[in-house]
């Protein structure tokens, strides 16, 4: 999907966050996927909604018009679903499943764990367990009473927020990943450079942050280099 488009009051963006080791080497930009809400109107959002059923189907396109959605695309047959909405390209994708097998609960979740969008999924029953597959699965609101075209602008915004608090969440955690895995090859190409060069803590810190310098690098990048060459040498 294109995940750089701007249509007004729907911003895909990619927001590049820094965070440094230990202050001192080059930070590194983390992808954060938003949609910025009220900056034009509603009806630049492009709206799909997946639904067997064109009666309520267009129950739910009459309730999206009524409160000023314009784009709307409806998708009948599940086939092929996932090519399907990466052609059509929605900001918001509505999923009106009534009384839903474990099966196609099940495909519907694989398919929004692969999609990064904002999904609201309506079902006229539910348990916990698949409120809470859903939540796993990154549906950003599941609604458990059926479909209803009230309130249906408050659905899309609460949907569209918890889409963005989760995708920061999950931004930070994989910053926090990543930071902890430089970490570890930094501190074990420091303790080899150490034994190898005879070298204090300090001193193979301060070897490796002006290698980086010299060759315009991160210290991760040199001390894996170092990790690298000392295997070769085994």
């Not at 430089?182 to 193979?204: F, H, N, Q, S, Y």
């Amino acid at each position: 999907m294109n995940q750089g488009k701007g249509r007004g009051s729907a911003t895909w963006s990619l927001s590049p966050t820094c965070h440094a080791t230990d202050g001192r080497e080059p930070c590194h930009a983390a992808q954060e996927l938003t949609i910025s809400l009220g900056v034009a109107k509603d009806a630049d959002l492009k709206i799909l909604i997946v639904d067997e059923s064109p009666i309520r189907a267009a129950i739910l396109e009459e309730g999206l018009r009524e409160s000023g959605y314009v784009q709307v695309v409806h998708i009948r047959e599940t086939a092929n679903l996932l090519a399907r909405i990466y052609a059509i390209d929605p900001d918001v994708i509505l999923i009106d499943l009534a009384n839903p097998s474990r099966d196609i609960l099940e495909q519907m979740f694989q398919m929004s764990r692969v999609v990064k969008r904002p999904i609201a999924m309506f079902v006229d029953q539910g348990d916990t367990a698949s409120i809470q597959a859903s939540v796993e699965a990154g549906v950003s609101a599941y609604i458990v009473d059926g479909l209803k075209k009230q309130g249906i602008k408050h659905i899309l915004d609460t949907c569209i927020s918890r889409f963005n608090v989760f995708a920061r969440l999950q931004g930070e955690l994989d910053q926090a990943k990543s930071a902890l895995e430089e970490r570890k090859v930094i501190d074990r190409a420091k303790g080899l450079l150490m034994k190898l060069r005879d070298l204090t803590e300090e001193e193979a810190y301060a070897l490796m942050r002006r290698t980086a310098m010299n060759e315009n690098k991160k210290i991760v990048e040199v001390a894996q280099a170092v990790l690298t060459a000392s295997e070769m040498f085994k």
